[in-house]
T-cell receptor
Framework: GQNIDQPTEMTATEGAIVQINCTYQ??????LFWYQQHAGEAPTFLSY????GLEEKGRFSSFLSRSKGYSYLLLKELQMKDSASYLC?????????????FGKGTKLSVIP | EAGVAQSPRYKIIEKRQSVAFWCNPI?????LYWYQQILGQGPKLLIQ????????DSQLPKDRFSAERLKGVDSTLKIQPAKLEDSAVYLC??????????????FGPGTRLTVL
């Protein structure tokens, strides 16, 4: 299988910066996505990386190193509403299709 | 632009009963996905359609699960008979061009299934 590893839980303080790491198997890699999922809701798209480097989008940034099979999501100026699960998903190519494989998610709790 | 629609939102059934879920993707999206998300885990792909054809159903338990997308738009996912371990949220997603490049999947609100 294509294991995707990310921490189960993290806690951070309002206004702070938090980094959520993700490691994955590199064979067949075709892109990496980060999704945010609030409890009881559907995942919503945050970012996409396919080349090495940092992609910045407002308070959220995502980094990718393809050779290391590593990505992180950086959240700045944390707000209470950022409390959610963050899902790392890797797209693998093969057999004519592109399939997203999700990690188990990192549950982030933002405290005052 | 309307998002991905799913119904019902919640369903409670007893084991060995059957159940069906419905999904209407974003208008114009050729690719439709069904995922199963068990509590505390990430979504797991069950089946992927490109228009009305199946692209990948390698993780679909075909002895009890079936899915169709007859006219290339709406889709239904059926479980018959249900088992206790089928309790999960069933998410439908759609994307424009089948997952290539920066093609992004957009998810519906999901159907929470409880099997007693």
């Amino acid at each position: 299988g294509q294991n995707i590893d990310q921490p189960t839980e993290m806690t951070a303080t309002e206004g702070a910066i938090v980094q959520i790491n993700c490691t994955y198997q590199t064979s067949g890699f075709n892109g990496l996505f980060w999704y945010q999922q609030h409890a009881g809701e559907a995942p919503t798209f945050l970012s996409y990386n396919v080349l090495d480097g940092l992609e910045e989008k407002g308070r959220f940034s995502s980094f990718l190193s393809r050779s290391k099979g590593y990505s992180y999501l950086l959240l700045k100026e944390l707000q209470m509403k950022d409390s959610a699960s963050y899902l790392c998903a890797v797209r693998y190519s093969g057999a004519g299709s592109y399939q997203l494989t999700f990690g188990k998610g990192t549950k982030l709790s933002v405290i005052p | 632009e309307a998002g991905v629609a799913q119904s019902p939102r919640y369903k409670i059934i007893e084991k060995r009963q059957s159940v069906a879920f419905w999904c209407n993707p974003i208008s114009g999206h050729a690719t439709l996905y069904w995922y199963q998300q068990i509590l505390g885990q990430g979504p797991k792909l069950l089946i992927q359609f490109q228009n009305n054809g199946v692209v990948d159903d390698s993780q679909l338990p075909k002895d009890r699960f079936s899915a169709e997308r007859l006219k290339g738009v709406d889709s239904t996912l059926k479980i018959q008979p249900a088992k206790l371990e089928d309790s999960a949220v069933y998410l439908c997603a759609s994307s424009l061009v089948g997952g290539r490049g920066a093609d992004t999947q957009y998810f519906g609100p999901g159907t929470r299934l409880t099997v007693l």
